[in-house]
């Protein structure tokens, strides 16, 4: 495989494989030529509308998303964003290529309205049950324990995309694979934490999850892209496999970061 680093400039395709790209996710993906990913994973900002800051019975400070980044103006602002990044999406994406888009109740319904207005063909429904949500703790609603995802493609009329149909089975004891997941949030050695204990990335993916989905939808050697690259979970995932990436992420502390869990992550293989 190509070396893994990060990059700001590109000349073609070549340079961006096994790569994670410095900058806006919607400026890099209009330098890329038509129909170049197998698949897609997008972790988009959720918008998730915090008004206040959230303690915990015991009045400590719950570490909730009040990132910049997930901060819009109304959700006008966060439809005209993600109409964006979509279309832009779509048109990077091979013809037999799938997209996956996680959220939750804060966006989801809104994406996916947006996605079936574009054209897109949706697949599937996934439910992320969480085996440990965080509580609500002013016991005002109800626990929220699940996250979406949606699995599509670019139009109805596309057939020959890839689904690992026996290798789902494998992992479902040999029945067929459900639309309801379960897997733990992110935490303990695999969160990604500071020398402070402070989270990297407020909203780190947990790596089996997106090992799923790359086991579901990819075969070996194909391209998986992810604009919203974090801390890189999904080019762990896709590297982890035998798959190649292209992560973008315009903060350069998780850039940073995800460099060294690749490395980490090599070491381990190589036994060092």
Partial sequence: MNEIRKIKNFNNESEIVNKIIVGDCLEIMKKIKDNTFDVIFADPPYNMQLQNELYRPNNTKVDAVDDEWDKFNGFEHY????????????????????????????????????????????LNDVHWIKANPMP???????????????????????????????EMK????????????????CNGNERLKDEKGVKVHSTQKPLPLLERVVLASTKKGDLVFDPFGGTCTTGVAAYKHGRNFTMVEKDENYVDWALKRFKNFQNQLTGI
Avoid: C, P
């Fill in 79 to 122: 439809d005209e964003f993600s109409k964006a990044w979509l279309q832009e999406a779509k048109r990077v994406l091979k013809k037999n290529g799938t997209i996956w888009v996680i959220g939750s109740y804060h966006n989801i319904f809104r994406v996916g309205n947006i996605m079936q207005d574009m054209g897109y063909w949706i």
């Fill in 136 to 166: 609500n703790f002013k016991g005002v609603r109800l626990t929220n324990a699940t996250e979406t995802l949606i699995w599509a493609v670019k139009d109805k009329k596309v057939k020959n995309y890839t689904f690992n149909y026996e």
């Fill in 170 to 185: 494998k992992l479902n004891f040999g029945k067929q694979m459900r639309n309801d997941w379960y897997f733990a949030i």
